[in-house]
């Protein structure tokens, strides 16, 4: 055999590793998962290794038939990856010397593992983001029949945790689509300036051959070709850049998660998540826990960590390529693997989730959350909002020490703050006809949320 089994680099080094380096280096058991990249990235390579007359077209179409035999093996789990391969480039040109004898050696000319592994990773990425956008939309759908399902429900919207004023719960469950919208978006724009070819780079320098990036590039279906050898070996921006991504993606996910706990809860009751996204408990035989809305937040630590890794990982490695860069892989894949699997869980469990619209339209009635709407009333009678706030915040004080609503104060009490207000005080304090007020752009009066539904339907669709 002309090479060192699957180790690239036998000839210089006599001595072989020691067992604890082997073990350090081998990689195989994550980067085997980039054998359709890899595989492409050889075709593509073998096809310019042939245009310039290093291989004979007859090697080259030996090279064709045993990669498409490797792909079957792969495709199959059969690929007979040995211990003393180092990774999966190695492996491959182990096989390919098994297959084809002295012809399998010959696809490593102009080409190191530096660029192909890049290229591997570039195309990987690729078909990752396609997945993880396919994946949010299909969230964002499941918000979307929901939010269409209650644009007449009345619920409360909260800030600081604390009641706040009434909204319709198409809204909170819109502003989710609005999240993921972004989300998505950003793993698109990342995906600009992953579609870029390095192969042809080399280590470090290019190569000496003649091969032509470009045609690799077109070969593998990438939108554009790297500018300089160096930065296409040694960068890996993009790779933090898809993290970041997937990271914000993987807090909104926490967010949805976080809300459907509380919601489920008997204390709120707003929600309650179906039968096979709630998990029962061991002991316990009354509880409905849910399991699926807490991992959501869970995942998030793990995909947060990935990022947090990856950027500690490039953090001032000298150029070009160092090994340490073949870190970079583990985190990536966790990152894509754990949305993957978090994404689909979460879409079923809204699908599944029944809203209490009882407990919900109750919760909103409180008519403490309509004093700025009493407020507002008396800034459009020209009373400055500073005196307003005051008035209105006094008849709620008063209305608290009675211990009732502001709906009760006596008539007199009420014309003595404005005169405005006896005529109208029912209506300003009506949860429905407060929603109805809010009609801007934004707003969640029915006419603004049936607007918002439809230009939330359109950007879903751009990512289709
Ligand atoms: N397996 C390596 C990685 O994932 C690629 C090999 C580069 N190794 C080398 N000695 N130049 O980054």
Redesign the pocket.
């Known amino acids: 055999m002309s090479t060192d089994a699957g180790r690239l680099w036998g000839a210089r080094i006599a001595e072989g590793p020691a067992a604890a380096a082997w073990a350090l280096g081998v990689?195989t058991h994550f980067?085997v998962r980039l054998w359709r990249e890899d595989l492409a990235g050889s075709r593509a390579h073998a096809a310019e290794l042939e245009r310039i007359g290093v291989l004979e077209a007859d090697e080259r179409a030996a090279i064709e038939a045993a990669l498409e035999r490797c792909a079957a093996l792969f495709a199959d789990g059969a690929f007979p990856l040995e211990p003393g391969d180092e990774?999966l480039?190695g492996a491959i040109e182990r096989w390919l010397i098994d297959e084809l004898g002295d012809v399998g050696g010959k696809l490593r000319a102009g080409r190191?593992?530096?660029d192909q592994?890049v290229s591997d990773l570039r195309l990987w990425t690729l078909g990752a983001i396609d997945r993880l956008v396919a994946a949010v939309v299909d969230l964002q759908e499941a918000l979307l029949e929901r939010a269409e399902e209650h644009r007449d429900t009345v619920a409360p919207s909260y800030t600081h945790l604390q009641r706040a004023q009434p909204v319709l719960l198409a809204q909170p469950l819109l502003a989710f689509v609005w999240m993921l919208q972004r989300d998505a978006e950003r793993l698109r724009d990342a995906r600009r300036r992953v579609d870029v070819s390095v192969l042809g780079n080399g280590?470090v320098a290019g190569q000496t051959l003649g091969i032509d990036p470009e045609r690799s590039a077109t070969a593998l279906g990438f939108s554009a070709v790297a500018e300089n050898s160096i930065d296409a070996t040694a960068s890996r921006d993009v790779v933090l850049e898809v993290a970041s991504a997937a990271a914000i993606l993987a807090t909104t996910l926490s967010r949805l998660g976080e809300e459907l706990v509380l919601w489920s809860t008997s204390e709120f009751g707003f929600v309650r998540l179906g039968d096979a996204y709630t998990t029962g408990s061991s002991m316990m035989p009354q509880k409905r826990n849910p399991d699926v809305a807490e991992l959501a937040r869970g995942k998030a630590g793990r995909v947060v960590g990935a990022l947090t890794g990856l950027l500690v990982l490039v953090k001032g490695l000298p150029l070009a390529?160092d090994?340490d860069?073949?870190e970079d892989?583990e985190p990536l894949f966790d990152a894509v693997d754990t949305l993957l699997l978090t994404l689909p869980a979460l879409s079923g469990a809204v699908r599944s989730a029944t809203f209490d619209v009882e407990r919900l339209t109750a919760a909103a009635g409180d008519d403490f959350a309509l004093a700025t709407d009493v407020a507002e009333a008396l800034v459009l009678e020209g009373v400055p909002f500073r005196t307003a706030h005051e008035l209105v915040g006094a008849l709620v004080a008063e209305a608290e020490a009675a211990g009732h609503g502001l709906r009760e104060l006596p008539t007199q009490r009420i014309a003595a703050a404005h005169p405005s207000l006896p005529g109208r005080w029912q209506e300003l304090l009506d949860p429905r006809a407060a929603i109805g007020r809010r009609r801007g752009r934004g707003g969640t009066a029915p006419e603004a949320i049936a607007q918002q539904l439809t230009r939330a339907h359109a950007a879903v669709a751009t990512l289709r």
């Open positions: 990689s980067d990774d480039h190191s593992r530096n592994i280590a390529y090994r860069l073949q892989k």
